[in-house]
């Protein structure tokens, strides 16, 4: 492995690393081979690539892990349908 490499592959690739509801966000560009390693890493966990090519690790649980970005789609969605001008008791623009 060569220095190049080491420093493009997962951990030492993430750009940054955060904790999202409980998971794990490794942001960078990673593939399949990152998953595999992250499954190795956390024994019963579940890995995943999102849309944007970031490594989410997720607590052990049953069937596949959700993107944290989809969740926060769905609750962005749900407030904004909450959050209508008739819901608030105003008028519609």
Same mark, same amino acid.
Request: overall charge neutral; some cysteine.
């Given at each position: 492995m060569t220095p190049d490499v080491l420093l493009a592959r997962w951990p030492t690739?993430?750009?940054k690393t955060e904790i999202i509801d409980g998971s794990l966000y490794f942001?960078? @560009?990673? @593939?399949q081979r990152d998953v595999a390693a992250a499954? /190795?890493?956390y024994p019963g966990r579940r890995a995943l690539i999102? /849309?944007?090519g970031a490594l989410e690790v997720?607590? =052990?649980g049953p069937g596949a892990a959700r993107s944290v970005l989809d969740r926060a789609d769905e609750? %962005? =969605?749900t407030y904004d349908?909450?959050?209508t001008p %008739? %819901?608030?008791g105003g008028k519609p623009a």
């Open positions: 690739g993430a750009w942001y960078g @560009d990673f @593939d499954q /190795r890493t999102n /849309r944007t997720h607590p =052990a609750a %962005s =969605a349908v909450q959050q %008739s %819901s608030c």
